[in-house]
């Protein structure tokens, strides 16, 4: 098709649609109905209500960037990297709306220096670990039933996965590796206390959890 | 003047956008939201594809969300008929609960903190509870005793419940959601 052909082709279409009032005759028409002085002011208002919306999407994308009590800031106070520390019950809140039914230990990790290793202990009931980035996106958990009896993973930042050589993942298959997203994060190990009495000893044997850098 | 206009124009505009985003951030929790009679569930907030909203909600509580491959919440702040839930009425929690491996109902105020009481009683697990012959639950929240699964109110004003399902096979692909799924909440009586 040439150029020329192109053009003769869209010019009578665009003249009989300028025949019946489109959307913008339509809107120019509202616009000439409103009297003068109000009319200065349509322009203005508009102009808040666009500038409004970007200013509202702009804050909300912002938020986990400029967050001053995030859960990965309030973990810091509380632990030093690669370190897993047990949590106190709900309610003395550290962090908000956990589940009092469970003992939690946090690890805050840091995969810049060396990747890490968790390993979490039976303790009998429903355990599960859980991911989430400094920002707080989650981005991976395992329960104790998906994982056969002992959690044991190791957690890599992208770069250390690209580095792993390829025979090495065909031959460690027992071994779980999990890439984080991003360098610094938290893993969150909660364990089930059936019962309120059980709760001393789940706390006990969840002590034995380790969050470490590996050597 | 044409400064001034242009002054108003910014100040107006942030201050429009930055209250939508606090309204945003103070009232939801994502906009996947999931209704099953009363309680609202949001599936892929505790997944990588948790939308700004809930990234940014989560951001300024600090709170850490349960992820899906772990478990499921759904939350309660109104009964079945739509009514706030008042820690004053008399509420009773009826009916079937979804398979799962096992489940935990917790009872707060409407700011997420426990309500405190002598007993230290916050809430039932799967194993604690006394269920009813055909297998349901019947949980009662009262400022007073009451016989069978009780959870004192503590007379405190709003109420919201909490229902996690660890463990659940469930699914929101079909998008046919029951309201027979989850139980009902009935306030029975107000003083």
Redesign the interface.
Known sequence: MTFASLFRRTRPAYRSTARAPGPVERLAAIFQAVPAAPRLLLL?LA??????????L????A??RL?Q???Y??LAALAPSNRLVLLPD??E?V????????VSAVCRYDLRERPLKVRVPQTGD?T?I?F?TN?????????D??AGRVIELDLLSPAQRAALPEDEEITAADRLVVES?STTG?V?I?A?A???DVRDAVRKQLEAASCTATQ | MRLL?LA???A???????G??YF??THSRGMDIVRLGAWQGWPR????Q?D??A??A??????????????LLFLADHDTAGAPLDGRCDIRILGALPQS??W?L?LTDDK???VPNAA?R??F?S??LVYEPDGSINVSLSPRARAGNWLPTGARGRLRV?L?L??APFSFASGAQDEGQLPRIVTERCP
Do not use: C, K, W
């Open positions: 203005p102009m808040v209500l666009v500038l409004a919306g970007i200013v509202h702009v804050s909300v994308l938020m986990p967050a009590a995030s859960a800031q309030r709900a309610g809140g962090l908000p709306m956990t589940d009092p039914a469970f429903y599960s859980s989430y920002r707080g996106l989650a981005f991976y958990a395992l329960n039933q998906a997203p938290i969150l909660r089930f059936r019962y309120g | 206009t108003t124009t910014l107006a505009a942030a201050a429009i956008g930055l939508a985003t945003a951030v907030s505790g997944t990588t948790a700004p909203y990234a940014a989560f951001a300024r509580t600090g709170e850490l969300p349960l992820e899906l491959a772990d478990g491996r096992l935990t917790t997420g903190a426990l230290e916050h809430g697990t194993a604690e909490a996690r660890y463990d």
